[in-house]
């Protein structure tokens, strides 16, 4: 299956693009998407990621389905 | 008959928090009463022994004292509101005020009834002809106090919105001082304010836009000892500072004298905005249970900020400050709007409140202020690498001028070594040193060196864990300070 992530703050910097569209095996949940994307980025296994399925605020254990956007982002503190 | 009493804020503590009690009553007197019944702590704050409205207790019934009617005995109407104005001579009676650097004075804690003044009404035309604020609306932004933290990238565009908006009392946090770096996005301080305090820039920028605003000026930083009482004395907090530990505290004192928080937040291109309001949806710890390891999330000093992003976002918090205070429907509540100002687009992220939230949830677990930069990380001592060699500026030139053999790593960016180096500097970023650690001779001593000293430490850290042996010297302030002790004519950016 085909899941769209998107990288918002220093995880876009650590990635290199803002968005992705990764293929997994199924069931895959948020936290195995963001394991796989952290080996070949291992920068991203430094931060607490925040994660939001299909623009809802969601947690690590949640099952992606088939063409869900999963986006990825920090706590940012600029003023 | 329902009559709505304004409760002021010295008092509403006693009145459940509440800003307004809605009460059945013919009267004012009954009307009274029938708060005191509910709220029987207010009762010795509103009556003296002989059971008689207590002299520094002025009551209001639409725009007159009750004096000058007939007394408790005034006839109230359906729908109309009554307000208690503890009076200018005795308002230290009820609501002491305690704060030390507030340039208050007496009847800026007592709310009288507003009235707008034809010079107002003027002002405030293309308001006033909007029915969704009309001149209710316009009275409530008067009768409105909003507190704005920071007088920076958010706070500028911030503050002046609610001044010209005709925000009645607008308190302004800051303890900082203009620097010519900080023009590029704070409009609300020119450059003849540079060296000036913020703060006094701001009242006068804010002044010169709206003479009817008064302008609370607290020159101090917030701190987890004095934002409980400043919190009290207003209805809305703005978040527009720099840093994890001051929103920590923002957010916590918020939730904890019960007021919405509305938030604003940046990065580079990207900008975050939400109103977090414990009492009716998400609190920031809701969606940032943890701050981000210290270092992690780079400032805007270190990142860098496109100057019109806090622009939109100051702007964004504007907007939805006034609309909290209308009351509008449709506030940015239980949601978070991420914005990028590169790709120009708006998204929201739905947000709920979580139960199990240690400051808002169902069993809080913070009751009181907490050491915020500790609870960020920030009081590990950074020194915590004692293997980590330093050297200043000064001791750097004395190795030039020594003639020592030595080399010069910058870890900076290639637009960065662009606008400054210091001589013989190789530039290798950071996020490349470990890829490109063998063009760094191990043999020689190796100065690292970058803007401030933070990123070079870092490199120093990773090439260390990539089993670099050669002797790594960590070069203090960077080339800020190399440009500020040594050879000023090296740009500061």
Redesign the interface.
């Known amino acids: 299956m085909k899941v769209n992530v998107l990288f918002f703050g220093v995880t876009a910097d650590i990635i290199g693009v803002r968005e992705l569209e990764l293929t997994a095996e199924e069931p895959t949940t948020a936290g195995s998407i963001i394991n796989q994307l952290s080996r070949q980025h291992p920068a991203l296994a430094n931060h607490k990621l925040l994660i939001a399925i299909n623009e809802e605020y969601a947690d690590a254990n949640t099952v992606l389905n088939d063409g869900d956007e999963l986006a990825l982002f920090t706590a940012v503190s600029g003023g | 008959m329902s009559v709505t009493i304004v409760i002021p804020t010295p008092l509403r503590q006693f009145a459940g928090g509440n800003s307004e009690v809605e009460v059945s009553a013919a009267t004012a007197g009954d009307a009274l009463r029938e708060l005191t019944t509910e709220h029987g702590e207010l009762r010795k704050h509103l009556y003296n022994d002989q059971d008689k409205l207590r002299n520094f207790i002025n009551v209001y019934v639409g725009d007159e004292d009750i004096r000058h009617l007939d007394g408790p005995a005034t006839v109230v109407k359906d729908g109309e509101t009554i307000m208690i104005v503890p009076s200018i001579a005795g308002g230290s009676a009820v609501g002491t005020r305690t704060f030390l650097s507030a340039d208050l004075d007496a009847d800026k804690q007592s709310r009288v009834p507003t009235e707008l003044s034809n010079d107002e009404i003027a002002r405030y035309s293309r308001h006033l002809i909007l029915p969704e604020v009309g001149l209710e609306g316009q009275k409530k932004l008067k009768n409105a106090r909003v507190l704005t933290i920071?007088t920076?990238?958010?706070?500028s565009p911030l503050g002046l919105y609610l001044a010209a908006a005709g925000v009645g009392t607008i308190g302004v946090v800051d303890f900082d001082v203009v620097d010519s770096s900080n023009l590029q996005r704070q409009i609300i301080h020119g450059t003849k304010d540079v060296g000036r305090s913020k703060i006094e820039s701001a009242r006068d920028r804010l002044q010169d836009i709206n003479p009817h605003t008064k302008v609370e000026a607290f020159e101090t930083r917030l701190t987890s000892e004095n934002a409980l009482e400043l919190f009290k004395e207003f209805d809305v907090i703005v978040?527009?500072?720099?840093?994890?530990p001051t929103?920590y505290l923002v957010n916590d004192a918020s939730v904890l004298t019960g007021k919405p928080n509305v938030y604003?937040?940046?990065?580079?291109f990207?900008g975050?905005a939400s109103v977090f309001w414990a009492e009716k949806g998400a609190c920031y710890r809701c969606?940032?249970p943890?701050?981000?390891?210290p270092g992690?999330?780079?400032?805007?000093a270190e990142?860098g900020?496109l100057g019109v992003l806090?622009g939109i976002v100051g702007t964004i918090q504007a907007n939805e400050v006034i609309k909290v205070i209308l009351g509008a429907e449709g506030i940015l509540l239980n949601r978070?709007l991420?914005f990028?100002a590169w790709?120009m687009t708006f998204?929201?992220?739905?947000?709920?409140k979580d139960p199990e939230c240690p400051l808002c949830g169902d069993n809080p677990t913070i009751k009181e202020l907490i050491d915020y930069e500790q609870f960020c990380g920030l009081k590990d001592p950074v020194e915590a690498k004692p293997d980590l060699e330093e050297i200043t500026v000064t001791e750097l030139k004395a190795l030039f001028d020594s003639g020592a053999d030595f080399q010069l790593i910058d870890v900076r960016e290639p637009h960065e070594f662009e606008i400054a180096r210091i001589p013989t500097a190789k530039l290798i970023p950071l996020g490349e040193v470990v890829n490109r650690i063998c063009e760094i001779k191990g043999a020689k001593t190796t100065v690292v060196q970058c803007k401030g000293g933070v990123r070079s430490a870092k490199a120093i850290q990773y090439l260390k864990d990539a089993g670099f042996e050669g002797r790594l010297i960590n070069l203090k302030g960077g080339i800020r300070a190399w440009s500020n002790e040594v050879d000023p004519s090296v740009p500061r950016y």
Do not use: A, W
């Not at chain 2, 978040?239 to 994890?244: E, V």
């Not at chain 2, 604003?264 to 580079?268: A, D, K, L, N, Y």
């Not at chain 2, 943890?290 to 390891?293: C, D, I, L, S, V």
């Not at chain 2, 992690?296 to 805007?300: E, G």
């Open positions: 920071g920076g990238g958010l706070g978040d527009g500072t720099d840093n994890f929103r604003g937040s940046i990065f580079r990207e975050q969606l940032y943890e701050p981000p390891p992690l999330v780079p400032s805007c990142g900020v806090p978070l991420l990028d790709k998204r929201q992220l739905k947000l709920r």
